[in-house]
C-alpha cells in the first residue's frame, strides 16, 4: 500500500503538504489504483504518523514535507520513502506518478537533501532523537 497525505476525503482530493499534521491519508492498492482514505490516528506527530502507517500495512509513503524523526520510522519499518514536492497536487496523479516511478526516492544516503519538516523553525519539532 502507498500512503498519500491529503487535504479531503472527497473526490477529486489534492495532497497536502505536511506529513505528520495531515489529517488523512489515501492508502491506495498499486494494483488496482484503488484509493481508501482513513483518518490519521498519529495528526500532529510524524513519529505517530509514521508509526501508524507501518501499522496499516503501508509499504511506502509520499510527502512533501518531512522530518527526520517519521523519516526513520519508515525507512526502519521497511517502506520506500518518495518526495513528492513543495507543492500539493491533485491525488490521482501523486498515485500516477508514484506507479510510473517517476518520484525520488528519498534513502538515509540522499536524506539531508530531501527532508525538510516545513516548520517555521526549519528543523524537526517533534521531540525524538534521530538515531
Known amino acids: 500500500m502507498i500512503a498519500i497525505p491529503v487535504e479531503t476525503d472527497t473526490q477529486g482530493t489534492m495532497s497536502t503538504k505536511l506529513f505528520g499534521n495531515a489529517k488523512l491519508f489515501a492508502l491506495v492498492d498499486p494494483l488496482t489504483k484503488k484509493s481508501t482514505i482513513i483518518s490519521n490516528e498519529g495528526c500532529g506527530n510524524g513519529i505517530q504518523t509514521a508509526s501508524f502507517l507501518l501499522a ?35 491525488l490521482s496523479k501523486a498515485i500516477d506518478s508514484a506507479l510510473t516511478a517517476s518520484l525520488i526516492r528519498v534513502t538515509p544516503e540522499n536524506a539531508d537533501q530531501y527532508l525538510d519538516p516545513g516548520s517555521a523553525a526549519g528543523a524537526c519539532e517533534c521531540g525524538c532523537t534521530h538515531e
Open 56 to 90: 496499516q500495512g503501508a509499504t511506502s509513503a509520499l510527502y512533501g514535507f518531512l522530518g527526520d524523526g517519521p523519516f526513520h520510522v519508515m525507512v526502519r519499518g521497511g517502506m520506500e520513502v518518495y518526495w513528492l514536492g513543495k507543492e500539493p497536487m491533485p
